[in-house]
Nanobody, 122 residues
């Protein structure tokens, strides 16, 4: 059973930065596609970024140039570096994994973390 544990959320002023981490206990971590999603109050969970086992990355348009997803296979951890944060980035951020595909979708991800709150004040 894969467990995903997020950390690094918090309160930051607009224009600031945060780095989220997601650690997993699965030893074959390097083969999995991993991703970040976010959910604001009253809204659906949406895709933010993902990274394949080979290192291919994708981003939603609203975070391109500001967020960077990366993975450290030796630590079984992925990261989301978030720069130039905006109030509209405020949400609970979730880490997810897909052990069957080379991308992560909100509809097909088979493992989820518990989420970490990111709040950006104006």
């Amino acid at each position: 059973q894969v467990q995903l544990v997020e950390s690094g959320g918090g309160l930051v002023q607009a224009g600031g930065s945060l780095r989220l981490s997601c650690a997993t206990s699965k030893l074959t971590f390097s083969a999995y596609a991993m991703g970040w999603f976010r959910q604001a109050p009253g809204k659906e969970r949406q895709f933010v970024a993902d990274i394949s086992g080979s290192g291919r990355t994708r981003y939603t348009d609203s975070v391109k140039g500001r967020f960077t997803i990366s993975r450290d296979n030796a630590r079984n951890t992925i990261y989301l570096q978030m720069n130039s944060l905006k109030p509209e980035d405020t949400a609970v951020y979730y880490c997810a994994a897909d052990t069957r595909r080379d991308y992560v979708s909100v509809f097909t991800a088979n493992y989820w973390g518990q989420g970490t709150q990111v709040t950006v004040s104006s």
